[in-house]
């Protein structure tokens, strides 16, 4: 039997604005393009057991897959339910993985962990066990694609900008409230990583950990890494702040999405701020801007599915550089890259009164993401990577 004539089983879960459950059902698409018959569980579902008991008995099932390793701790018995029926589980990561320790080191052996940057790679190596599969593929833009798309003369937001905002403050006071020597340490990192552009948080930490004599042994210890994810959530919304007060003083208009931001001190008058919205809605709201601004998370080597996104919907994508994005697109050509801590108001300035300019970088752009970036090609990596696993492993 073919590959073609197999089942891939998809687990959906709960996300942000259902942004996950839109990827699931973006992979369904790409992968029932590439001839595979698709059967999706919902694990919100009260009756999830009872269809994936169903789908096991009746389908000849290649693998799973789901994100964030959601499922992952599914078992018959004592034993992992993949290990069990001998199928191998794809956890296809879309945050770093500290966020997910707990699933990801279950000692689970049928597994296979694909990272959205490759630095997340060198993280599981070395901090979690297991000898499972690794491979790195970055989000993907949806599939199928939009195929009318407004004119940048046609579209009425300027910029647009959608995300959640938490003061960052509340992320610092979870360290600077364990006393000065912990509040001095984590400062430290924070700080030197808030203007960082080659090195993953992860490898600041150490190097304030070595230059300040402190036991590397404590970054294998659960308080490190909780204590970082909030120094990562620090950055974030920082970055997201201070990002949009630094564009809005150039006047344009700025359309703000989701929770928390009328707590935010933005004043300007160019910054409407709306409550949040979905996935699907955001997308067109994308078809109606010139440009959309992504903040990274921490992501040094990776991509973003924000980005590939924007560039789908004929938007030009602002976005601050890393240094994947640098091989895969050119700026002010196909996208618009930025440091942290820039003045973009002139660039911005004259982008947004030239808008044959901005149609030429929306158009590359999207050219580019046609051709690599979208749910289907990354459906296909999906599956060369599944192949290598079950030859290697089995």
Known sequence: ??????????????????????FIKDLAFSFKQLGFDVE??????????????????????????????????????????????????FAFMVD????????????????????VDKTHISFLNRFLKGGYTKIFIPHGAPYPVPETLKSMKERNI???????FTNPDHFRNQWTSQGKHIAQL??????????????????????VFIENGIDIEY??????????????KYIRHKRRFETILEISKIGARIELYGNGW???LLSANSIKINSSINFEKTQEKMRNSKIVLNVLPNFIRGGHERIFTTMLNGAVSLTDKNLFLNEVFEDKKDILLYSFGQRLGDLLENLLNNEERLQAIAD?????????HTWLTRAEKILETVNYHKYFTS
């Open 186 to 207: 984590f400062d430290s990192i924070m700080e030197r990583y808030l203007y960082s552009y080659g090195k993953t948080l992860i490898n600041i930490a150490e190097d």
């Open 96 to 115: 770093h993985p500290m966020y997910h320790i707990n699933r990801l080191n279950l000692g689970l052996k049928n597994l296979i962990v694909s990272c």
């Open 262 to 264: 009328e707590n935010g």
């Open 364 to 372: 590359n752009g999207r050219k580019k993401v046609l051709e690599k």
């Open 1 to 22: 039997m073919n590959d073609q004539n197999k089942t891939i089983v998809l687990f959906n879960g709960q996300s942000q604005y259902n942004v996950l459950r839109f």
């Open 219 to 232: 970054m294998n210890h659960y308080k490190f890494w909780h204590t970082l994810i909030n120094v990562d």
């Open 158 to 164: 300027d910029i647009l900008f959608s995300g959640s």
């Open 40 to 89: 999706i569980i919902d694990l919100l579902k009260s009756s999830w057991a009872t269809e994936l008991e169903k789908v096991l008995k009746e389908k000849n099932v290649f693998f799973f897959l789901s994100m964030n390793a959601m499922g992952v701790d599914l078992k018959v018995g004592d034993k992992p339910l993949y290990d069990y029926v001998n199928i191998p589980l």
